[in-house]
Nanobody, 128 residues
Framework: QVQLVESGGGLVQAGGSLRLSCAAS????????MGWFRQAPGKEREFVAA?????????YYADSVKGRFTLSRDNAKKTVYLQMNTLKPEDTAVYYC????????????????????WGQGTQVTVSS
């Protein structure tokens, strides 16, 4: 079983940057594609970004964050990083890290139901 712990959230002004981290413990990191989702108050949780577990690491982003957010992973450290730049007030949400076990090294998914493990979430607040 994989345990995920997010960190790096906080309060930032619009236009600023934050880097979220998600560290995995209690298990292997390989064969897990990783994703980030977020949930704003009163809204459903939505997909943000995902990365495959392969060395070449395919990535996929929601249109709302494309060009502003960058997802990367360090398999040796069992950690994924979500670099968030040019933040907007509408990025305010609780951000969740998730792990999706997959046989295929370049597989990634934007569907919540494909993810097997979830972190507890970290709050990101962007002030205008």
């Amino acid at each position: 079983q994989v345990q995920l712990v997010e960190s790096g959230g906080g309060l930032v002004q619009a236009g600023g940057s934050l880097r979220l981290s998600c560290a995995a413990s209690r298990g292997t990191f390989s064969n897990y594609a990783m994703g980030w989702f977020r949930q704003a108050p009163g809204k459903e949780r939505e997909f943000v970004a995902a990365i495959s577990w392969s060395g070449g690491s395919r990535t996929y982003y929601a249109d709302s964050v494309k060009g502003r957010f960058t997802l990367s992973r360090d398999n040796a450290k069992k950690t994924v990083y979500l670099q968030m730049n040019t933040l907007k007030p509408e990025d305010t949400a609780v951000y969740y890290c998730a792990a999706d076990w997959t046989y295929y090294s370049d597989s990634i998914s934007r569907r919540e139901g494909d993810y097997d493990y979830w972190g507890q979430g970290t709050q990101v607040t962007v002030s205008s």
